[in-house]
């Protein structure tokens, strides 16, 4: 569970780095949208 919750906070400051980088507010909010959509899926699948 450790690793888990490393990994995932890995990648929220990948994320964060990669906004600042963008600063589209609406292209972030797109691609948030794709990622969640899409990491669901992949979460989920069976």
Partial sequence: MC???GY???WIA???L???VI???WI???LI???IISGYFL???K
């Fill in 3 to 5: 690793k888990l919750i």
């Fill in 8 to 10: 995932t906070l890995f």
């Fill in 14 to 16: 990948i994320g964060m």
């Fill in 18 to 20: 990669f906004m600042m």
């Fill in 23 to 25: 600063s589209n507010i």
């Fill in 28 to 30: 972030g909010l797109i």
């Fill in 33 to 35: 949208a794709i990622f």
């Fill in 43 to 45: 979460f989920d699948c």
